[in-house]
């Protein structure tokens, strides 16, 4: 109990109420979940710090006082928090001095989620917490060569390895880290209805989810996502 409430408060900080309650009553009230997780080689050719005249780089001090834009997608104070309260690392894409696209890695699996259930980071192992784009900045490759870069800035610091998690229903997401590199390693169910608890673990991730085929035929239409609350 001590640990359950430790690790509420500690996701209260970070989230704020509605997101912890959200989260709280699909872990311990009513929820069914389907994840991936999935293993990214950080090393790689060196990559454009720019696409067009959106500029990345590593997000400075300032940065985190001119996320506005993102709090109506529960990202901005969250952000702030994450790296104030855990040292997180947080990227961002510049169009002029607006912020259209965040990615942010954290140091180990959120301690007391599902998935530190699943996953233990190893030392130069890092997990990728979230990324988001703003709409009107989406489909026009900007995600693509902004995760490669922040992907290269972060082997030159000596991580070895991203880990991650995508919802099972997110194909464009499925996709877009298939088509750069990424396997799957884990299929994750999760379901719960009060006092019943069930949580699977699978390494068959392409039978689990679905065909090949389907997971590498071209993309509808792209968009960016958060990972999971989990």
Partial sequence: MTALITHGWRYFRRRGLKATVRTMINRFVYGFNKFVVYRTCLAGPPAANRVRDIIFRLAT?????????FERYGLGA???AYV??????????????RIVATRRYGRD???????????????????????????EYRNQG????????TMRFLASQGYKEEFGVIAATNIPSLRSVLH????FVYFVSYSRLLFYERLRVSNDV???LM???????????RRSSSSPST
């Fill in 109 to 135: 699996v959120p301690a007391g989620s599902l998935m530190s259930r699943v996953l233990q980071l190893e030392p130069r192992q890092i997990w990728s917490a979230d990324a988001f784009c703003l709409p």
């Fill in 142 to 149: 900007l995600n693509r060569h902004f995760g490669l870069f």
């Fill in 61 to 69: 001090p300032a940065d985190l006082d001119h996320l506005t834009e």
């Fill in 211 to 221: 065909s090949p085929a389907q997971l590498t035929s071209p993309s509808s239409g």
């Fill in 78 to 80: 969250s952000q702030r």
């Fill in 84 to 97: 104030n309260y855990d040292n997180d690392w947080l990227f961002v894409a510049c169009h002029g001095d």
């Fill in 206 to 208: 392409t039978t689990a």
């Fill in 180 to 183: 750069r590199g990424s396997q």
